[in-house]
């Protein structure tokens, strides 16, 4: 469930199908017409289809309105209150999933001057293993308002840079390799790449009724991998949702139907730390020996992404917290000792205990938070760069509290570019649930 934008009901599924046309969101249409303030003034106009118009013209100018649409929140009219408590969740959610997107032309250049730039207009970090003999080769790209994953694909494989996972949560680490995935699939702010094709076939003699057949069994399963853009951390995904799986005969490859969970179920112990990709699976069914390919295989992915966090305790000055308490919306954060551990490089150990009243009541039983403890706290110098997580130790825990350690540290060169701690910060996550498209077309099948 998302938290801090609302429901809206069908609006808001309306609004992101328009939106999201051929897996990526289009570009918001550029203003015409009546202006913002105009065409909020309309949203509470007599006639019902002038109402209709002016939400839809609204929807259409994208997120670039939310200023002017919250402002409006205070009007009187509870008409335009109503609509405009549609629309806001709704272009919220849309700019929160749409990708980033580059614009620069580069000649002549080594491809890490091109990930320098890259990584200059998107914030996220990239991390080159690249031989000797490739650091002179020269690169050229021209992009204009291209989505982040597009840019990012043809920089590799223009490079033959692998992409092998990430460091932290907004390092991409790459290494020179020839090889390439031929099976991607982009879909806004996520990136989903086929791995393989499992085949099993099964026969049952041992126990066979008599006038009957032996028992055979066929079983396909499709492994693909789902890469979420930086800005949008993975918490959680469930089952894919096959909507069409054909073969090279245009037979149907979907299996028979199975209960529709229609989400993501989280485990008792799952989920909740922050990932950039994530592995999947969908079972399929091959409807003949003489099937070659899967044709066509479309469906979606649900998934929960963290959207943002916001700072809800800071325990400041940290090194000498010891002893001390801060409580805010219902959280209480107790500091006992903070020491700095005789190891190399520069290390601090945090002791502390950790209660969340409100998800006592309200989530028993889930253990996400719990998870994502360790990611939520985090030890920033005064000019808010951020240390290291080395190792966490809880000795009591619960959904709802815990009692342990944080020992964050330093080394090599970074260790010469942070100051000394200076804040502990304890954040809430905002978080959405959202069905990732995909489309794989032409799958060869073992």
């Not at 990526?24 to 509470?44: C, M, N, T, V, Y």
């Not at 070659?292 to 929960?304: E, I």
Request: charged fraction near 20%; aromatic fraction near 8%; proline fraction near 8%.
């Amino acid at each position: 469930m998302m938290r801090g934008f609302g429901a809206s009901g069908m609006a808001c599924l309306a609004l992101l199908t328009s939106l999201w046309a051929n897996g990526r969101p289009d570009a918001p249409s550029p203003p015409s017409g009546p202006s913002d303030a105009e065409l909020i003034k309309r949203l509470g106009h007599r006639d019902f289809q002038q109402r209709e118009k002016a939400s839809r013209a609204l929807q259409a100018r994208g997120p670039r309105v939310l200023p002017a649409l919250r402002a409006a929140l205070g009007l009187p009219d509870p008409e335009v209150v109503r609509r405009l408590n549609l629309l806001i969740p709704a272009l919220e959610r849309y700019q929160a999933l749409e990708p980033k997107t580059v614009t620069f032309s580069l000649k002549h250049k080594p491809i890490r001057t091109v990930f320098d730039e890259l990584s200059r207009q998107t914030g996220y970090r990239f991390q080159l293993g690249l031989p000797a003999e490739r650091e002179t080769l020269l690169y050229s790209f021209q992009f204009d308002q291209t989505p982040f994953w597009e840019a990012f694909d043809r920089m590799c494989e223009a490079a033959e840079l692998s992409f092998q996972g990430m460091h932290g949560f907004d390092t991409f680490y790459l290494h020179h390799q020839e090889t390439h995935s031929p099976y991607v699939c982009r879909s806004g702010a996520f990136r989903l790449v086929g791995h393989s094709i499992h085949h099993q076939r099964t026969i049952e003699f041992s126990q066979i009724p008599k006038g009957q057949s032996p028992a055979r069994g066929d079983y396909l399963q499709f492994s693909f991998c789902i890469a979420s853009e930086p800005k949008l951390a993975l918490l959680a995904n469930g089952n894919p949702m096959v909507e069409l799986a054909i073969d090279d005969h245009q037979e149907s490859m979907i299996l028979s139907p199975e209960p529709d969970h229609g989400g993501v179920q989280v485990s008792r112990y799952g989920h909740g730390h922050r990932m950039l990709m994530v592995q999947t699976q969908v079972p399929l069914f091959c409807p003949s020996r003489h099937s070659t390919r899967v044709k066509l295989l479309k469906g979606k992915v649900p998934v929960v992404v963290l959207v943002d966090q916001k700072p809800v305790l800071t325990a400041e000055p940290i090194l000498t917290a010891k002893g001390r308490k801060w409580e805010k919306d219902q959280v209480v954060l107790d500091i006992e000792d903070v020491t700095k551990p005789e190891m190399n490089g520069t290390h601090y150990q945090i002791k502390l205990s950790i209660r969340d009243a409100s998800r006592a009541v309200n989530q028993p039983e889930d253990y996400g938070w719990l998870n994502s403890l360790s990611q939520r706290l985090e030890l920033h110098d005064a000019r808010g760069r951020r240390y290291p997580l080395e190792h966490q130790t809880w000795d009591h825990a619960t959904p709802s509290s815990a009692r342990g350690s944080l020992t964050f540290g330093l080394t090599g060169a970074i260790a010469s570019s942070i100051g000394p701690p200076a804040r502990l910060v304890y954040y809430d996550w905002i978080t959405l649930e959202h069905q990732v498209p995909f489309e794989f077309r032409d799958l060869p099948l073992p």
